[in-house]
């Protein structure tokens, strides 16, 4: 089983991942001294799936274990529904030594980890990220949320989990669409820090697509490395370093709010960084020629590279309340594949311009 430390002082902790690592999911319980009693978050779909598996190794592990579900849709991830299964929780929750387990994609890790970091002010919990999304991205470095009508994210915690646990064999139930999805970030990771990364994935794009080994691995593990790296010198995204992980999430996070969260994380990255490399050519900082790479790529990855809105008004509206800016606007550019450049204060009438360039 691949090994990766995410060096956090005094709140390290490892990302394990291979083909059935859920069949070590008992013994990490207790090695890691996590609780014993679980409060599983999940969706309906993936408790038909795996219930069973996941089921099995509570069992081994735990004294009692509480199953809660989730519809699987970006709209569950709000304080209501966070409220909602905090009160089941409270129910279930008599002398006992809680944890918290995610079994599921961005939503559920995002919600669980949340819940997880404001119940009694801190409960553990642990990630078993099942789409590849959050096998890549989402489930390492502690960001926990829930969205609000004005924006994505914007209420939430820094809070890290016990450990994560990716298991590949997971991601052989998800329907193409959830791969792309993936795929967006993995490129992200790519397009920001691994060139190497970015050729691997252009030359074996069918291979990975398919979750083919040892493609799909090498990329899953790549990515977790650049993300573990960055998290454990920046985990509170104060020093400057973390900000790049947002390639793409700016625009990104506005497309998701101005649809009402329709747009997909994954769909919205992809026209995001789309959209941050448009306008690192516009500001003379990047190559056109570059631009267009990482253009055919995401549609040969399945995802969108223009924003799909009646009103590209929209988005810049939802641009105002991102949490990422300070006093000025602030986006992370690309000078190159592999090296990113901040750039703040940009005129609004040039970020409405890419916003309109880059609409359907």
């Known amino acids: 089983m691949k090994k990766i430390k995410v060096s956090i002082p005094d709140k390290a902790y490892f990302i394990y991942a291979k083909d059935g690592a859920i069949k070590e999911l008992s013994g990490l319980i ?8 679980a ?6 779909r993936l408790l038909a799936l795996h219930g069973n598996k ?14 809660l579900t989730v519809p699987d849709s970006e709209k569950s991830k709000n304080a209501q529904v966070a409220f909602r299964l905090i ?43 099942t789409s590849l999304l959050a096998q890549i991205d989402s489930s390492i470095g502690g960001k926990t949320a829930v969205d609000t009508s004005a924006g994505k994210n914007l209420v939430g915690a820094f809070y890290q989990p016990k450990f994560v646990l990716a298991d590949t064999s997971l991601l052989k139930t998800l329907p193409p669409k959830q791969i792309s999805a993936g795929l967006s970030e993995a490129i992200k990771y790519a397009v920001i820090k691994d060139k190497g990364l970015f050729t691997l994935i252009s030359k074996n794009l069918l291979k990975i697509k398919k979750l083919k080994s040892p493609y799909i691995d090498e990329v899953i593990t790549r990515c977790a490395r650049i993300k573990a790296s ?17 390639f793409g999430h700016t625009f990104g996070h506005a497309i998701e709010a ?10 919205a990255v992809a026209i995001g960084m789309n959209c941050a490399a448009a306008l690192s050519t516009r500001l003379g900082i990047l190559k056109k020629g570059t631009a267009f790479e990482i253009e055919w790529l995401l549609k040969q990855a399945g995802l969108p ?18 949490k990422k ?20 204060n940009i005129p609004e009438k040039l970020i409405k311009e890419i916003i309109q360039k880059e609409s359907l």
Not at 98 to 104: D, E, K, M, P, R
Not at 111 to 122: D, P, S, V
Request: with cysteine; proline share 3%; net charge positive.
């Open 87 to 129: 009160e089941k929780i409270i129910k279930f929750d008599n002398k006992k030594m809680l944890f918290c387990v995610a079994f599921g994609g961005g939503v559920v890790g995002d919600i669980t980890g949340f819940i997880a970091a404001i119940y009694k002010r801190g409960i553990p919990y642990i990630q078993i990220p």
């Open 30 to 37: 207790k090695k890691t001294k996590c609780g014993n009693d």
């Open 305 to 322: 590279t223009k924003i799909m809105t009646k009103d590209p008004s929209l988005v810049f509206s939802a641009l105002a309340h991102d």
């Open 39 to 44: 409060i599983v978050i999940t969706t309906p």
């Open 258 to 267: 101005a649809s009402r969260y329709k747009t997909s994380h994954g769909d």
């Open 325 to 344: 800016f300070l006093k000025n606007n602030r986006f992370v550019l690309l000078e190159k594949i592999g090296k990113t450049k901040i750039v703040e």
């Open 54 to 67: 996941l089921k099995a190794e509570l069992i081994k592990a735990c004294s009692s274990f509480l199953v």
């Open 230 to 246: 960055i998290v454990a010198l920046d985990e509170f995204d104060k020093k400057g370093i973390r900000i790049i992980l947002n």
